[in-house]
């Protein structure tokens, strides 16, 4: 008896050729390694990682570590969500983490207070008329920088056919050349209370989560989505059906761009000043945690879940080295190899995929 039934118009389906769903090979991939950990941690350090085994708190887990964790990854986890998409139309930004650098000495000028304790601003960048602004102001001040950003690279790439790699490249450097030339150097520090509240606590992972899944909904459920997957797949092929692909790639960078800048925004928040350092390799981080989620740099394939569980899998192995009591260049040459695992692996299911069609 066959193992291939009879489907609609005809058309058989073969089981031999079911394959899991991506996603659930990453959670398994974050699953082992929080096993690993925690045996690691039984071994050395006489305590788990993840759980509580001292019945300090009212749960099984260690909520102050989990909480860390989550907090860790947010900021950058933003930064990959627009990271993703690019990296899924077969093109790639490295400029982001600059992006967040420039953007975060920016949108913190038109945040600050005029007063402190009783005296004027140290930190002013402008005069009266840029202090105590409303919140709404340097967050869409934020956003606008993010998406000049990413309209530049969008404009480049889409429209003067120049490499993404090239492109966002060239906007790596200047960004960072901006961050740097924006206050001399100095930090711009002393924001309003109103803005210092987007970054504190929890929010930036319930702002990280919520824009997780609106993308997850956009990249399924919309045109949008739908095209972003066909030009990563075959870009000749999505311009023969109709699509405009350079306006397309044009939203897909200013996207980006516009996630780069919140993630500026809450970063600036959450640290209650800018430095022109800031966001420094976080484009390589978040495009580590794309590639760990399952996106294939060759393009046409991915998630936003992937992307989720990908950063989770970054901020569980930070932590975890660090529960450890392992250097950082440790952390940084396992991440190194799990990224190069990650794109073989990927080739190797394209390949066998081939094989099987």
Known sequence: MSDSSEGTGGLTYDKSKRQWPNELNVLAALILIIIIFEILGAIFMQQSLLFDTRDRFDSIFNEARLRIIIIQVAIIGIIALGVTQVIITAGIDL??????????????????VAEVSGAPNPKAIFGEWALDLPVIVPVMVGLGVGMIAGLINGFLIAYSRIPPFIATLGMMLFARGVAQWWSLGNPVSFPTDAYAVIGSGMNPVIIFLGLALLFHFIMNYTVYGKHTYAIGSNEAAARMSGINVPRHLLLVYVIAGALAGLAAVILTSKNLTAQSGMGLSYELEAIAMAVIGGVSLFGGRGSIIGT?????????????????????????MVLGMIIVGAVALDQWQQKRAAARA
């Open 95 to 112: 400029s982001s983490g600059s992006v967040v650098g420039a953007t975060a000495m920016i949108a913190m000028s038109f945040a600050q």
């Open 308 to 332: 989720v569980i990908g950063a989770l899998i970054i901020g569980v192995i930070t932590s975890g080295f660090t529960f450890l009591r392992l250097g950082a260049y440790y952390q940084e």
